[in-house]
Structures are given as structure tokens and as C-alpha cells.
Nanobody
Framework: QVQLVESGGGLVQPGGSLRLSCKAS????????MGWYRQAPGKQRELVAT???????NYADSVKGRFTISRDNAKNTVYLQMNSLKPEDTAVYYC?????????WGQGTQVTVSS
């Protein structure tokens, strides 16, 4: 079993930045892929970014050039640096890990972009 705990969400003005963290514990494998999804009110959960064990990354078109995903395998932690935030980035952000994504889910962290 894997447990995921996200942190770093909050309220930020348009153009601002936030950094999300997700720490994994339990039966963790260093070859797990890790990623972030988000779900806005009334919308389906969507992929934001993923990172594979050796570091290759994938981003949704809507966040390319603004968001950066990274991981620290020694800490079993994945990060999402979000810059130039827009109101449409407002959502609950979920961390996920697994051999295939989506896998195990965290509880989510709210990100609100508003002036």
C-alpha cells in the first residue's frame, strides 16, 4: 500500500507562483512514475504533468512553459513548480504514483488563483 500526502496549495494572485509537494510512503518503488492531475469544479480530472523514474517528463499543453515537475527519489517526493498562474489553473491538484499512471492517489490540495 502507498500513502501520498500533498502540500503547498493555497490562494495566489494571477501571475503568481506556487510549489506543490507530494511525499510518498509505504511500499514505494524507485521505478514508479509520479505525476499531478487536477480537477476543477464541474470538470473531469485531467493530467497536468508526469515524470518517469529516469526523469523524462510530460506536460499538458495548457501548462507547458509555466509548470515544472521534478522528483527527489531519495525523499520519495514529487514537486510541481507552478509559475505565471492563471485563474483557469484553479482546481484541486492530486498527486499520483504507480508503475502506470494514474495509480495511487493523494487526498488533493486546493489551488485558487484569484485577485
Amino acid at each position: 500500500q502507498v500513502q501520498l500526502v500533498e502540500s503547498g496549495g493555497g490562494l495566489v494572485q494571477p501571475g503568481g507562483s506556487l510549489r506543490l509537494s507530494c511525499k510518498a510512503s509505504g511500499s514505494i518503488s524507485s521505478i514508479y512514475a509520479m505525476g499531478w492531475y487536477r480537477q476543477a469544479p464541474g470538470k473531469q480530472r485531467e493530467l497536468v504533468a508526469t515524470i518517469r523514474a529516469l526523469g523524462s517528463t510530460n506536460y499538458a499543453d495548457s501548462v507547458k512553459g509555466r509548470f515544472t515537475i521534478s522528483r527527489d527519489n531519495a525523499k520519495n517526493t514529487v514537486y510541481l513548480q507552478m509559475n505565471s498562474l492563471k485563474p483557469e489553473d484553479t482546481a484541486v491538484y492530486y498527486c499520483t504514483v504507480g508503475f502506470q499512471l494514474p495509480g495511487y492517489w493523494g487526498q488533493g490540495t486546493q489551488v485558487t488563483v484569484s485577485s
